[in-house]
């Protein structure tokens, strides 16, 4: 069964690039069909999608925050990437990855980012 696991720093500084890397076991990242999601929840909001990564490497990214994200992948890790640059304040949330497709369905635990100095 697929499990999703995020990964990353929990505290980063204003301006500063956030990386978040989701682990992927018991399935693989480039099953046919599956887009590979980050997805967030900032306090007192609603979850907000972020970008994917297909399993042919495809891109797609919401477009609110499409000037200064990018994910990843590697294949040989089974991994992806989520790259956020110049965090503010409003970044803070927790983050999540996970897919739902013909092969998966599944979400990570979430982990806690603050955005501080």
């Known amino acids: 069964q697929v499990r999703t696991q995020e990964s990353g720093p929990g505290l980063v500084e204003p301006s500063q690039t956030l990386s978040l890397t989701c682990s992927i076991s018991g399935g693989s990242i480039t099953a046919n069909y599956h887009y590979w999601n980050w997805i967030r929840q900032a306090p007192g909001k609603g979850l907000e999608w972020m970008g994917a990564?297909?399993?042919?490497?495809?891109?797609n990214y919401n477009p609110a925050h499409k000037s200064r994200i990018s994910v990843s992948r590697d294949t040989s890790k089974n991994q992806f990437i989520l790259h956020l640059d110049s965090v503010t304040l409003e970044d803070t949330a927790v983050y999540y990855c996970?897919?739902?497709?013909?092969?998966?369905?599944?979400w990570g635990q979430g982990t806690q980012v603050t955005v501080s100095s």
């Open positions: 996970g897919t739902k497709g013909p092969h998966y369905d599944y």
């Open positions: 990564i297909g399993y042919n490497g495809y891109t």
